[in-house]
């Protein structure tokens, strides 16, 4: 499965993203997904993960109530919508697949997109 991200950028404090992940297999609808991020000096944090249906989501604490992960089984994308974004979010985001919930350490993962946030 080959995992290419869209949608980082740079935005002030408060702000919004959509980040994309478009999946190239015919069996996307098999995979769980999930959008971890990476920043220089820190271990890699799982921001979000969602079930091969939509139906089960999971968030880090620190995202609850700002980040909303979705999928589109059509079209073999995972989303995440940032809202409210923080300076602290800043960093390398990239999706990953797994037959099971995703982690840091799974190796079926896109290149990434840079998320920069400003105060």
């Known amino acids: 499965v080959q995992l290419v991200e869209s949608g980082g950028g740079q935005v002030q404090a408060g702000g919004s993203l959509r980040l994309s992940c478009a999946a190239s297999t015919q069996t996307f609808s098999s995979y769980d997904m999930g959008w971890f991020r990476q920043t220089p000096g820190k271990a890699c944090e799982s921001v979000s993960t969602i079930n091969w249906s939509g139906g089960r989501t999971t968030y880090a604490d620190s995202v609850k109530g700002r980040f909303t992960i979705s999928r589109d089984n059509r079209r073999d994308t995972v989303f995440l919508d940032m809202d409210d974004l923080k300076p602290e979010d800043t960093g390398v985001y990239y999706c990953?697949?797994?037959?099971?919930?995703?982690?840091?350490?799974?190796?079926?993962r896109g290149p990434g997109t840079q998320v920069t946030v400003s105060s």
């Open positions: 990953a697949a797994d037959t099971g919930t995703p982690t840091c350490r799974t190796r079926m």
